[in-house]
């Protein structure tokens, strides 16, 4: 067993090309993304903005990432698309990253991409002309025991429905995790194939769909069986998860600047409202949550890239932590605005909601915290 003094230390900072990818989506979104497009796509009733997601995915490459090179991807790690998810979350971009490029990918990955089977959907998803996400609920969380919902019998059709699955109404591929005639299984089944039907909800976060999910005898092609479906399905989530903690990252970090900046601005007797001493203390406060924030989900992104036995312990503190944070960011927002931050034209709303969705999202802090219990021994109160 490796003991703690041979692990290499975590590090947690930005390497120069991370920093030039940064550069580049913020660029991106600065041009395609702002808070007028945004609520203005939230309220259009599609599932993602498909010209931002091609410029993203395919101008700028993000979506191989994490897919080596040998397979089409851009052979980069967990920390690259660290990068990518602070930024869309600075921008509440409205494309299915997290979960295409992101835990689908690591589903496929975790499979045999010899297979054909596995090989074709992970290379078009990796070049970024297809989308695809694993079709769990949203609370899914690493680690978990719920059996699947949906059943496959001996040739392959798939019946049952699964619930809340983000972003699966504009997906066109599906992986499905089953209960099959041999045990646990990963099937891909196409989006628009007969016995297929996704229904539409209407989510706290519009800029996350939802839909449910029912298979009638769908036709699936099977990726996976046994220990390796159940495998890469877990790596799936506990990769999502850590790479989650960057999007929560993102989500405060823009919180805590446009809180400053708008304090700067409001004048009230004469001075900034941000001259006032309780304000200061307020953000002062909530400055050192987001640095603190920053550590966790720089440690996760870091323990994934490297493939370190600690990651799961990594991706644990990092939920358990930034989720609460970035709530707490988007409230302070909200609040020391003053009365335009709780109008709708304001877009300090949408980071609230993708907060307060994404602290749901791949299990509650409250989970990972019992998680990272087991995970280093300590016994539950």
């Not at 939230?42 to 090179?69: C, F």
């Not at 304090?263 to 304000?279: D, I, K, M, W, Y």
């Not at 550590?295 to 323990?303: E, I, L, Q, V």
Request: charge should be negative; aromatic fraction near 4%.
């Amino acid at each position: 067993m490796t003991t703690a003094t041979e692990m290499p230390d975590p590090d947690l900072l930005y390497t120069d090309e991370e920093e030039a990818l940064r550069a580049a989506v913020r660029a991106l979104l600065a041009d395609r993304c702002d808070p007028a497009t945004v609520l203005a796509g939230a309220e259009s009733g599609r599932p993602y903005d498909p010209e931002l997601w091609r410029a993203l995915a395919t101008d700028i490459g993000t979506a191989g990432l994490l897919v080596p090179e040998k397979l089409g991807g851009a052979g980069a790690s967990a920390r690259e698309a660290a990068v990518v998810l602070e930024e869309l979350g600075r921008a509440v971009a409205p494309v299915p990253y997290l979960t295409g490029a992101v835990s689908a990918v690591s589903a496929l990955l975790g499979c045999d991409p010899s297979q054909e089977a596995v090989a074709v959907p992970l290379a078009a998803l990796a070049a970024g002309s297809g989308t695809g996400v694993l079709a769990v609920p949203l609370p899914a969380a690493p680690g978990g025991s719920a059996a699947p919902t949906v059943r496959a019998d001996g040739t392959g059709a798939l019946t049952g429905r699964v619930g809340s699955v983000a972003d699966a109404a504009g997906a066109g591929l599906l992986l499905v995790p089953a209960d099959g005639p041999g045990g646990p299984a990963l099937y891909a089944v196409d989006a628009d194939a007969a016995g297929v039907r996704t229904e539409a909800v209407t989510p706290l976060d519009l800029t996350r769909p939802l839909a449910h999910l029912t298979f009638d005898r769908a036709p699936g092609r099977l990726l996976a069986t046994g220990d390796r479906a159940r495998t890469a399905v877990d790596r799936a989530l506990l990769t999502g998860a850590g790479l989650l903690a960057s999007e929560q990252l993102g989500i405060a970090e823009w919180c805590l600047t446009e809180t400053v900046r708008h304090t700067a601005e409001r004048t009230q007797f004469g001075r900034p409202v941000g001259s006032f001493q309780a304000l200061k203390h307020r953000m002062a406060a909530l400055w050192l949550e987001v640095a603190s924030a920053r550590a966790a989900a720089r440690n996760a992104a870091d323990a994934l890239a490297s493939g370190s036995p600690d990651a799961p312990v990594a991706v644990a503190v990092a939920q358990a932590y930034c989720a609460p944070v970035a709530v707490h960011a988007a409230e302070e927002c909200i609040q020391l605005h003053g009365g335009i931050g709780m109008t709708w034209e304001h877009p300090a709303h949408l980071f609230l909601k993708r907060a307060k969705s994404d602290e749901i999202a791949l299990g509650t802090p409250g989970r990972h915290r019992d998680a990272l219990a087991g995970l280093v021994d300590l016994a539950a109160p």
